[in-house]
């Protein structure tokens, strides 16, 4: 007796699933279509059905932690009233984001080429707020283009370095905060001189 086929997109979710569950218990390096197909008891040309490589299902992963992290900041940046307020937080949603989800993201991004394509698809969907927040620097000081953008980019990385070494355990949520957000107020009160 045959069983009726399950929905590509239902099995597509279903090795989601299954990778995310590996990752989070055995760490990325254990993803296999091999070992996700012999988890769910399928072939692993059903596997393969779903996802090319290994790669495609570790980006997706990451895309999906991406996309977590964007609506966490999304909806806590339209708490905010002013500029400042915005990009605070948004850097503590991030930190907390990271506390919460752990090192999926960041255990996935450890691989430049999956970095680089995660990299690619974040600007695609975040350039026009990264621009706005240039913009607006420019407008609040002295600051060129340039030094905007560095500036931007800077805390960027301060707060996403933060979030990684709270998912990893080894910064607090609490110590994190403490050392960004001073940071972040000082960078954004800085005014136009007279």
Same mark, same amino acid.
Request: glycine fraction near 4%; charge should be positive.
């Given at each position: 007796?045959? %069983?009726?086929?399950?929905?590509? *997109?239902?099995?597509?979710?279903?090795? =989601?699933?299954?990778?995310?569950?590996?990752?989070?218990?055995?760490?990325? &390096?254990?993803? @296999?279509? %091999?070992?996700?197909?012999?988890?769910?008891?399928?072939?692993?040309?059903?596997?393969?059905?779903?996802?090319?490589?290994?790669?495609?299902?570790?980006?997706?992963?990451?895309? *999906?932690?991406? !996309?977590?992290?964007?609506?966490?900041?999304?909806?806590?940046?339209?708490?905010?009233?002013?500029?400042?307020?915005?990009?605070?937080?948004?850097?503590?949603? &991030?930190?907390?984001?990271?506390?919460?989800?752990?090192?999926? =993201?960041?255990?996935?991004?450890?691989?430049?080429?999956?970095?680089?394509?995660?990299?690619?698809?974040?600007?695609?969907?975040?350039?026009?707020?990264?621009?706005? &927040?240039?913009?607006?620097?420019?407008? !609040?000081?002295?600051? @060129?283009?340039?030094?905007?953008?560095?500036?931007?980019?800077?805390?960027?990385?301060?707060?996403?370095?933060?979030?990684?070494?709270?998912?990893?355990?080894?910064?607090?949520?609490?110590?994190?905060? %403490?050392?960004?957000?001073?940071?972040?107020? !000082?960078?954004?009160?800085?005014?136009?001189?007279?």
């Amino acid at each position: 007796k045959s %069983r009726p086929r399950m929905p590509l *997109e239902r099995r597509k979710l279903q090795v =989601l699933g299954e990778a995310r569950q590996i990752a989070r218990t055995q760490g990325v &390096h254990e993803v @296999s279509l %091999r070992t996700i197909a012999r988890n769910l008891g399928i072939s692993e040309a059903q596997a393969h059905n779903c996802f090319s490589t290994r790669e495609d299902i570790l980006f997706e992963l990451g895309c *999906e932690e991406l !996309d977590a992290y964007e609506s966490v900041r999304v909806r806590s940046i339209s708490r905010g009233s002013t500029r400042i307020t915005k990009v605070i937080m948004s850097s503590v949603s &991030h930190l907390r984001e990271a506390a919460q989800r752990g090192p999926l =993201l960041q255990n996935i991004s450890a691989d430049s080429a999956l970095r680089k394509r995660l990299n690619r698809r974040q600007r695609e969907t975040r350039g026009s707020a990264v621009e706005q &927040h240039v913009t607006a620097i420019m407008d !609040d000081t002295n600051a @060129s283009q340039q030094v905007a953008y560095l500036k931007t980019k800077m805390l960027s990385g301060l707060v996403k370095r933060a979030g990684h070494l709270v998912a990893a355990e080894r910064l607090s949520l609490t110590e994190a905060e %403490r050392l960004c957000v001073p940071i972040i107020v !000082d960078s954004a009160v800085q005014q136009k001189a007279p």
